[in-house]
Each structure stands twice: as structure tokens, then as C-alpha cells.
């Protein structure tokens, strides 16, 4: 990585970055992760690299023809779907953690994993490291708003937050917006209970405030105060900060109602005759719109303030999910938001913040 | 209220309750609320009285050629629909609050309001008190599932609550299951972050432990350990436990999916010719199902734990919607949810739960 800035140039000059993806991670580990690997470097023109058993992975690679096309770097171990934080621990040669060593070693950029999320966030976490200042890193995932999606962040890494560390979200967020979305300015909200001022519980009243005050006058995030959980697709914010626990409590509702809603409008099309010569008609439209939620929504949700970028795939992943994660962790790689999250997040204490909003 | 018991008999024999509908709160007041309360009469056929201000009120039952019907209670003043919590101090006469006045001297059972929920909050626990041993009212909604909707406590009356708090809304949960749903040993999950126990933030562990000591043997309460956001409508639980925080941060994220899905819905259904033919088929389908969600999910919530039954219809009800939130406040009164919550929380102090949680 050359030391260059990258504010106007989104599509950097250096060689792309190099994808490593946890052939091991994923309810469809490895067959499916390793058709997602070949549908990225084919369809997407992406460079990856798989991780896990050398073996059973070239005789897949082989199988699709793609055998020169991936090198395969082998692990002789890996994180179960089950397993949790303790992982990071237990398994020192799983193929998420060799990734790891790949990324720091610099011969990969990026990990891609469809793996238990809380076993990849941890090991993540102890191998790579945060980076100067960062306090926790956080999950951000993207909802399916129009003209630019909304990016929310914490969505799980953290289920006990406090205020420094959601006002860090915001910086994370903000980063994310301009790298993947060119947003310059994003516009940050807070998700909350009501939209007034001093709503909430005490950890968002606190963040509000120092929100507030950081961003006042300031050129790189427009602070918006809070938004609720309706606002979630009307893209009234392009970063909506949260603890972990709200977060992922809203992502997973966000996933439940849509399932649920399609279903119900399936059922409803089809109960009566009339309805149901109908939905013969719009099948396909329906399918597309669901494709739309499962790709756009979970396709992957970004650990972001690591020293490296790591992109974790729902864990039911099929090969466009994968390739769809591959192409997000090139785009933010690419694009160097470790770079934009070093410019946004203060490299000392966090504790300047808390000065600054007393000294005013 | 007679003291026998209900347990069989969620009609009881003795008067139907008089529902205190507050005509003056809610985004289409007074007119849509008035007709609200007319509807709920002959079509429902509850007993029904309004409060507000006596004039334009009645002028409005004239013209509904109801005043007959509807007794009206006058309240010279009003809670705005952006006034908060202080409401319950700065406006005494307001017609929640000669609403909650009605229902300490017995003249009324139950108040419907579709005013600003932290007024009417506020109003009704400083005017009608929590219920012996209760710390805390707090909102219940119920989710359309099947075969019996699942309730959800607290949707955000209490913004910071303690892991006994929480506990204590798995009891007021389920005595709302059971006068509304007959179920007579409803299923308790925590919402949290993952399926596992030991999963979620320290509020959510600790309250997880202490429920499931309760529930131990229990034959009023199961106790099923965590439910995650897509669990929502899947029928898993009768009671889902959460903070008001989450809770209200899940219930606006419900309402914000389905109406993006149900939007989204409608835009591919007539995105081709083809798609637009099937689509005029189906209009009356789809109609069905947003009335369903709107009804249902948002039809009212009940604030459970005070002396007497208070349902917050949302903001911007029709008369369908205060309806609705009258048979709820009629369903709840009569089959005497007071004292089922009485049995199921401990009158004295909550301390107890500590100690038998310790003592194991």
C-alpha cells in the first residue's frame, strides 16, 4: 500500500487488493464458498486467494476448472458454525486465523468469511488488532435505502457499548459511506426511542450529546440527532449509530419482517382464483425482490476499524453472496478505508472528546 | 370488580367495563376518535364513554346521530402530541387525566388514547399508580403470529430497566397472554443476540439466570432462554422479554420493514406489462394484508401493571384502529388482567427474586 491519498480517487492506481477467503466458514462450507471464489475472480474480475483444507479445495477448484485461476493456502483447522469468541483461542490454525496471518504479513488484504460471527470477530480482532485509537471494532452493515444505502453500525460486535464507543461508530460509519458510496459528508443519526432531543437511555443521550458537539462546524460528518426505527429505509441518514445489542436486535428483526411480509403477500396472492392467475404472472418479480433484501442487506456485514479489512458473509451463503462479500472487501480495501478511518478517529485517548465537549 | 376468580372464564358475568376513550389525543383528533368510540359501540357493542371537551364533542355525536349513546365527561385541556412525560404535571386536566380520575373512583375500567405515548405514560402511572410489588408499567404490542399472536414487553416505556424489571414484564407478558389468549402457560423468551445462553449484554445474561431460576418447575410461566429478531414471527415464544429501548428500537424497525417490503412489493408487481395485469388481479390481496399489519401489529399497546387498563392506540388511528384498541381494553378489563399480574408478581419486594436465585 502506498502512502498516497486516495479522497478523489476511489478506484486506486496500485494493484488490486488481494481477497483471502475462509474456504472453511459457512453452512456450505467449502463446496459453495469455493463456487463464490471462482464466481468473483470470473464474473467479477477479482483477485482471491482460498483458505482451508489444500486437498479437498483443489479438487473442488479442479472440478470448476479454476484451478490456476486461485492459489489455495492451506489450514488444517477451522471455526464451527456453533463456536463463539472462544475460538479465536482455541484454534490458532483455523482458516480464518491463517487468513489472518496472510493479511498481516501482507500477502493478503481482506478476509471473506461466511463463519460463525462471533468466532471471525474475535479471532479477527486478537490477530489483526484495532487500529491506533480505534476502541472496539463494529460490525456495519448496508440497508437497501435509495440513492445510496444506509449504513448501520454496531450491528453485533458489541453488546455492551459506551458512549465513546458509539461516537467512534459514527467515525467507522462515516468512513465506510465515503469509501464504498463517495458520501462526503455523511449525514450521521443516532437510533433512538423518539426523534426529540434527550429521548432515550442514558448511553444514546450521552453519544447525542458528544455527537453534537463534534460535529459542529465540522467538514467530514453532518450530525443529524435521532432517528427511529421506521426512518431505518427512508434514507433520512446514510449512518445510523447503535450499540451491538439494538443493532443486531434491528438487523435481525429487519431480516424476520421481510421474510415474513413476503410470505404473507405469497399467501395473499394466491387466495383466490383471480389472485392466483395473477401471481403466475409475477413470479419472477417477486423473486428478484427477495434477492434484492438477501444480497443488498446481508451480503456482508463489514468489521471495520481492523488493521485489515474483514467482510463476514451470512452463514448460510450461496456463491453470489460470497462473490457479492469479495467484491465488498475489494471495494473497501481498495478504496483504503483503513486510511479514512485513521483521518476520522483521533490516534491518543478517546478521552480529548470528552474534553472537548466540557471545554465549550 | 367481583373477587372471584377467572381463571375459567375469560367472559366474566359480572357488567362489561366502560372503556374511557380520550377524545382529544391522537393526530386526527377529535373527529377520527369520536367515530372511533361510535364504532366501537354499536358495531362491537361496548360500553364506551368520551372525554374532552364537552361541546365540540357532542356536536360531533350529533352529527354521528350517537348522543345518546355516549356519555361525554368534560376535560377543559389537552396533552399535545409532541408533549412528553412532563405532560402528567403541567396539565392536571387534561382528558387523559380526568380519564385516569374516572377510573380511581370506579366510573370507569379502562382508557384508550391515541395521544403522544410518553404523555399518556407518564399521565396514567402518576394518576393511577403501579400495582403492589410492580416497579414498573410497562407497553406490551402483540405480532401477528399464529396460532395466537405473540406479545412483546416492554415496547418502550422504560428506556433503562433492570434485569428485575425485565423479569416482572415476563410476568405482566404473560398474564396478558393469558386474559387475552387463554394460554394458560405461556413460553418466555429473552430478545437477544444469539440463540445461546451466555449470549447478549449484561442486562439480558442477568435477567436470562434469574428467569430461568423462576421458571424452574413453574406452572405458570416456560421459560425458553433467548429468541433472536427473526424469531419475532415465527410462533416460538408467547412472550418476548426486551428493554424498552430494544423493544421499541424492534417494534418501529417491524413497522419501517413492512412498509418498505409492502412498497417494494407494489413496485415490482407493476414494473412489466405483465406484472401490471396480475397486479390489478391481486389490489384487494394486498389491501388485506397491510389493514392486517396495521390492525394487528399496531392496533394498540397495552400499558400493563397500573391500577387499571390503559391501551395507547397509535398516533394517527382512524376510527378502525380506536375500535380495535377499545375491544383490546374491553378483553383486558373484563377478563381482569389486575389480577392475574396480582398473582404472578410478588407483592412485597423484588428482592426475593435475588435471594432465591442465590440460594439455589
Known amino acids: 500500500m502506498t502512502g498516497t491519498t486516495d479522497a478523489d480517487s476511489p478506484v486506486p492506481r496500485t494493484p488490486p487488493p488481494i481477497i483471502a477467503v475462509d474456504a472453511m466458514g459457512g453452512d456450505n462450507a467449502p463446496r459453495e464458498i469455493v463456487r463464490g471464489a471462482v464466481m468473483a475472480v470470473r464474473d467479477l474480475g477479482l483477485r482471491v486467494l482460498l483458505v482451508g483444507r489444500r486437498t479437498e479445495i483443489a479438487a473442488m477448484l479442479a472440478e470448476e476448472g479454476a484451478l490456476r485461476d486461485i492459489p489455495v493456502v492451506h489450514a488444517e483447522d477451522d471455526i464451527a458454525m456453533h463456536e463463539g469468541a472462544l475460538a479465536s483461542w482455541r484454534r490458532p490454525r483455523s482458516s480464518a486465523a491463517v487468513a489472518c496471518r496472510l493479511i498481516r504479513r501482507g500477502d493478503a488484504h481482506a478476509l471473506v468469511s461466511a463463519g460463525s460471527t462471533g468466532g471471525i470477530v474475535a479471532t479477527s480482532t486478537v490477530r489483526l488488532r484495532t487500529q491506533p485509537g480505534v476502541l472496539r471494532p463494529a460490525l456495519a452493515v448496508t440497508l437497501p435505502t435509495e440513492p445510496v444505502p444506509t449504513i448501520m453500525v454496531d450491528a453485533g460486535a458489541n453488546a455492551d457499548a ?33 426523534s426529540e432531543p434527550g429521548k432515550g437511555n442514558k448511553l444514546v443521550r450521552r453519544a447525542s450529546e458528544m455527537l453534537a458537539a463534534l460535529a459542529e462546524g465540522s467538514e467530514t460528518m453532518d450530525f443529524r440527532g435521532n432517528i427511529e ?11 445510523v449509530v447503535t450499540d451491538g445489542h439494538s443493532g443486531n436486535v434491528a438487523l435481525k428483526t429487519i431480516e424476520g419482517t421481510a421474510a415474513f411480509t413476503l410470505n404473507a403477500v405469497k399467501e395473499a396472492l394466491t387466495s383466490s382464483t383471480m389472485a392466483k392467475a395473477g401471481a403466475m404472472l409475477q413470479r419472477g418479480a417477486l423473486r ?57 478517529v483521533p490516534h491518543r485517548s478517546p478521552h480529548w472528546l470528552h474534553r472537548r465537549t466540557e471545554d465549550r
Chains 1, 2 share one sequence.
Open 288 to 344: 428478484k425482490l427477495r434477492e434484492r433484501f438477501d444480497s443488498e442487506t446481508y451480503g456482508g456485514a463489514a468489521l471495520l476499524g481492523l488493521n485489515g479489512t474483514v467482510v463476514i458473509a451470512h452463514g448460510d451463503s450461496h456463491p453470489e453472496g460470497v462473490a457479492h462479500a469479495c467484491q465488498l472487501a475489494h471495494d473497501l480495501s481498495g478504496g483504503r478505508i483503513g486510511e479514512q478511518i485513521r483521518r476520522r
Open 162 to 194: 459506551k458512549p465513546e464507543m458509539l461516537v467512534q461508530f459514527a467515525h467507522l460509519g462515516c468512513a465506510y459511506s465515503q469509501t464504498a458510496f463517495g458520501v462526503e459528508r455523511p449525514r450521521v443519526g443516532v437510533l433512538n426511542i423518539g
Open 229 to 239: 426505527g421506521h426512518d431505518l429505509f427512508r434514507g433520512k441518514v446514510d449512518v
